[in-house]
């Protein structure tokens, strides 16, 4: 054997331990950084006009679902500035998923069987119902019946503009804005005479609006429970079921409930029953996270 051919030998083994131990050539570590969804800098959609839930001040966000994303981040062991957060509407949420131009989103999104079938959901992570928010002169509607010729305000893209559709043939105008800020400044103006969507958003609403008497009706539902969830594009099963285990983690932990009270205290005051009726159970989340239908 040459000196030369002993050499190229020599640099090839050494070549082949480095890669077998994940160095590169020049011993600099290989380590990855963590990646959900294959990406180390996942897009995230939230909303941003929704007290309580989800808003924005000064470049910061707030509101329950940003403490759930912030657990999820947590959970994936990820960085929150490691995220893209991007402002999202109700009506572009599927849209954005479908078309890849968003990897991940945390905004008050109702897992439907509809929506189960093209996008997947980790979740839910809250549990609520849908009913009404209605201002001073609101004081007289109690039940339904009430409503009888009224303005109904939804918005779109929403659950709520679907279920306002059933109830146009019971005399009640329905109503459908671009988003639920535009709702309310209806209502604030005498324009609409309530607005119908879920009670959690609603709540949020009405707590930053108690001088302006705005008031979410007790006990004035329609329709079954919404189940909110984080909403991932098809085709990472995997990652779904990673981010699953951690939305049942936080939602079965002290923290949602501290997160709840802290950002919609108006509902623990309103409702003795607030954590039966609002926070999802294990089974319910396994039921309704990373399935193309609810079994």
Not at 47 to 75: C, Q, T, W
Not at 213 to 233: A, D, F, K, M, S
Not at 239 to 258: A, F, N, P
Request: charged share 25%; with cysteine; net charge negative.
């Amino acid at each position: 054997m040459t000196w030369n051919t002993r050499w190229i030998f020599a640099a090839s083994v050494a070549l082949f331990v480095c890669s077998a131990t994940g160095l590169v050539w020049g011993g600099i570590s290989d380590e990855r950084s963590p990646t959900f969804l294959g990406t180390e800098q996942p897009r995230v959609g939230m909303h941003n006009d929704l007290p309580g839930i989800s808003f924005e001040e000064n470049y910061k966000r707030f509101g329950f679902d940003s403490e759930v994303f912030r657990a999820a981040m947590k959970g994936l062991e990820m960085k929150e500035d490691d995220a893209t957060l991007t402002n999202v509407s109700s009506e572009g949420r599927m849209s954005k998923l479908e078309e890849g131009r968003l990897d991940m989103v945390v905004a008050s999104f109702s897992i439907t069987p509809e929506r189960m079938k093209v996008i997947d959901f980790a979740g839910p992570y809250a549990t609520t119902y849908q009913g009404f928010l209605v201002g001073p002169e609101g004081a007289g509607i109690k039940e339904l019946s009430d409503l009888s010729g009224k303005i109904v305000c939804s918005w779109e893209g929403s659950t709520s503009e679907e279920v306002l559709r059933r109830f146009e043939l019971a005399d009640i105008e329905a109503r459908t804005l671009l988003d639920a800020s535009d709702c309310v400044q209806q209502l604030r103006e005498g324009k609409a005479d309530a607005v119908f969507t879920d009670q959690m958003i609603l709540h949020g609403f009405a707590d930053l609006h108690t001088a302006d008497g705005l008031r979410v009706v007790p006990g004035l539902t329609i329709g079954g429970p919404q189940h909110w969830g984080i909403g991932l594009p098809k085709g990472h099963r995997t990652d779904c079921l990673r981010l699953r285990e951690i939305v049942k983690d936080y939602v079965t932990g002290s923290q949602w409930k501290d997160d709840f009270k802290a950002w919609l205290p108006g509902i623990p005051a309103q409702d003795p029953a607030w954590i039966g009726d609002y926070r999802p159970s294990p089974a319910a989340i396994d039921a309704r996270s990373c399935r193309d239908s609810i079994p």
